[in-house]
């Protein structure tokens, strides 16, 4: 094994008779390298929007959430043995239900989630406020915080004196058609603020009120919620909690961590990569295809030094392993130096931000993150690809009749 690497590296790096030879063997490198140069930085940069966006709904989302596998409501009283957990440092029921909001003349459907009192020190929802405050109640009025989209939409600010209103269908009544007015819970509160999560799901549908209004307006007990929202420790793993919490509430309920909070999001931004990932390796498939014309080259040149070989009692297999060394190398220092330019490309642009998005925007530079498993994934689809390039003009080598 070692001779045949030496010979495939004298190979490479030795004078051609033909310069056409060692043009075409640095074409293919550099195509190789370029565009595994443009998987490297395409896929840091779309790591880099997955961790912008995951910081986002971290603001308003908790790190875990329990649910009602069946129906919306959860008992508080069924599950209270978590509330002794180590691992939990804030935890508080919360409400979410669809209500028709009302100011002046404007009406929208939206989203009500009455959070408790702690719900600041259980998200990052102060480091979002658009405008004013989050405050869903000041001790002698209901204050309400609606998205930023549902604000713009309904007209309203933090600075006005006006209340809000909101209604929502009582729970297990039917809707009285003579006297439809009736049919309906009504509450009134006043905006504090603003929040922008950047999100559309959040910020043009959702307004986040008391729990002790959300409870009031929607039909539910002082002791029940649709959902539980925990904080962990600092210490504590997201991933053993999850599994400590669910063998605690049984399976009447789920437990879901922040991916799964957001589970069509984050697949679909899964797909989108791997869609990138493949598009990107078909070029670099064709890339890899000058591999092919630069080994047939080197193939018909080195003829008589595959008779010589032969005559000195080299095997088929030896002259195939000559020349697939060849090729494979040709690939992998093409994969090299593409990968490290690629890396530097990502921390210049991590460091310095190089590329900028423009005005407008909520980051100033294109964000990148790069992953190891990336990384690791890149080499072993170029080095592959390089084989299975590098594997038929190999074989064709081998079956070269011997001098008579």
Not at 305 to 328: C, K
Request: net charge neutral; aromatic share 12%; proline share 3%.
């Amino acid at each position: 094994m070692k001779t045949q690497f030496r010979i495939a590296w004298r190979y490479l790096f030795s004078k051609k008779s033909h310069n056409a030879i060692n043009i075409v063997a640095g074409i293919s490198a550099a195509g190789v390298g370029v565009a595994t140069m443009a998987l490297v930085c395409v896929l840091s940069v779309l790591n880099g929007f997955n961790r912008l966006i995951e910081d986002m709904f971290s603001a308003f989302d908790p790190d875990l959430r329990i649910e009602s596998v069946e129906g919306k409501t959860i008992q508080l009283d069924s599950i209270d043995d978590i509330t002794h957990l180590a691992c939990i440092d804030v935890l508080a029921l919360t409400i979410e239900e669809n209500a028709l909001v009302r100011f002046s003349n404007k009406q929208l459907p939206a989203t009500i989630k009455g959070v408790d009192t702690c719900f600041s020190s259980l998200t990052n929802i102060d480091s979002i406020m658009f405008d004013g405050t989050f405050q869903t109640f000041d001790g002698a009025f209901e204050r309400c915080v609606p998205g930023v989209g549902l604000a713009a939409k309904m007209g309203i600010t933090p600075y006005f004196i006006d209340p809000v209103r909101i209604y929502a269908p009582q729970k297990g009544k039917q809707i009285n058609l003579v006297r439809p007015d009736r049919s309906f819970n009504e509450a009134s509160t006043f905006i504090s603020g603003v929040f922008a999560v950047q999100q559309a799901k959040y910020d043009d549908s959702y307004m986040m009120v008391s729990l002790q209004l959300a409870q009031e307006l929607f039909g539910y007990g002082p002791q029940e919620a649709s959902a539980i929202e925990i904080k962990l420790t600092q210490d504590a793993s997201a991933k053993e909690a999850k599994k400590q919490i669910t063998e605690l509430v049984g399976k009447d309920y789920k437990v879901l961590d922040r991916y799964e909070q957001q589970a069509d999001f984050f697949r679909i931004v899964k797909i989108e990569k791997w869609i990138t990932f493949f598009l990107l390796s078909f070029i670099l498939l064709i890339a890899t295809f000058n591999i092919i014309g630069s080994l047939s080259m080197l193939i018909i040149e080195k003829k008589e030094d595959v008779r010589i070989l032969q005559s000195l009692g080299a095997t088929p297999s030896f002259i195939h392993r000559v020349f697939l060394f060849e090729g494979w190398m040709i690939s992998a220092i093409g994969a090299l130096c593409g990968l490290m330019l690629g890396i530097l490309i990502c921390w210049g642009q991590q460091e310095y931000g190089w590329l900028r998005m423009g005005a407008g925007y909520i980051i100033d530079a294109y964000p990148v993150h790069l992953q190891l498993t990336d990384v690791l994934l890149i080499l072993l689809t170029v080095w592959t690809l390089g084989f299975i390039a590098a594997f038929f003009p190999a074989r064709k080598a081998k079956q070269q009749p011997k001098k008579p």
